[in-house]
């Protein structure tokens, strides 16, 4: 099922469940005008093409004690596929790093990490990240403030 194929009632259903994983079937249905038994097999199929992945809690950063969000741009010392697969290898054992994006510009990846404070992401980048042998350079963005963070996306 691409974009294409879906109707106004998938993307209703999508909207809302981006916005609210934990809404019953019964006020799904009520939301896009549908009964139950047909907005849960639109839901179930949503799921089954991948369109939907997973369910997610979102936590609050601070009460949970993660106080500092950076974005790291990381160059690797070679374009080679070993050493961009070696990278990739690496950084996805450290829990920190949310996100890894392969990026054009100044660098040739992009990092968000989380970390509970300035101390404990410094000794993450002196002791893991700058010590992945295929990192030439890396340049951090600390986040101060953020004003919009969406986690529900924008759907054509």
């Known amino acids: 099922m691409s974009t294409n194929k879906l109707d106004q009632i998938d993307h209703q259903l999508l909207e809302i469940l981006q916005s609210n994983a934990?809404?019953?079937?019964?006020?799904?249905?009520?939301?896009?005008?549908?009964?139950?038994?047909?907005?849960?097999?639109?839901?179930?199929?949503?799921?089954?093409?991948?369109?939907?992945?997973?369910?997610?809690?979102?936590l609050d950063r601070d009460k949970v004690g993660l106080g500092v969000t950076t974005f790291v741009t990381v160059t690797l010392t070679g374009h080679k596929k070993q050493v961009t697969e070696s990278f990739v290898r690496q950084i996805n054992q450290i829990p920190e790093v949310i996100e890894c994006h392969h990026v054009t510009g100044a660098g040739d990846f992009m990092l968000k990490i989380i970390s509970k404070d300035i101390s404990t992401y410094q000794k993450l980048m002196l002791e893991k990240i700058n010590e992945i042998e295929e990192v030439s350079a890396t340049s951090?963005?600390?986040?101060?403030?953020?004003?919009?963070?969406?986690?529900?996306?924008?759907?054509?």
């Open 22 to 58: 934990k809404i019953t079937n019964a006020q799904l249905s009520k939301e896009v005008g549908l009964s139950p038994a047909p907005t849960l097999e639109r839901v179930k199929k949503l799921e089954a093409t991948g369109i939907i992945q997973s369910y997610h809690a979102q």
């Open 140 to 156: 951090t963005m600390v986040i101060l403030s953020t004003f919009k963070e969406s986690k529900v996306l924008p759907i054509p």
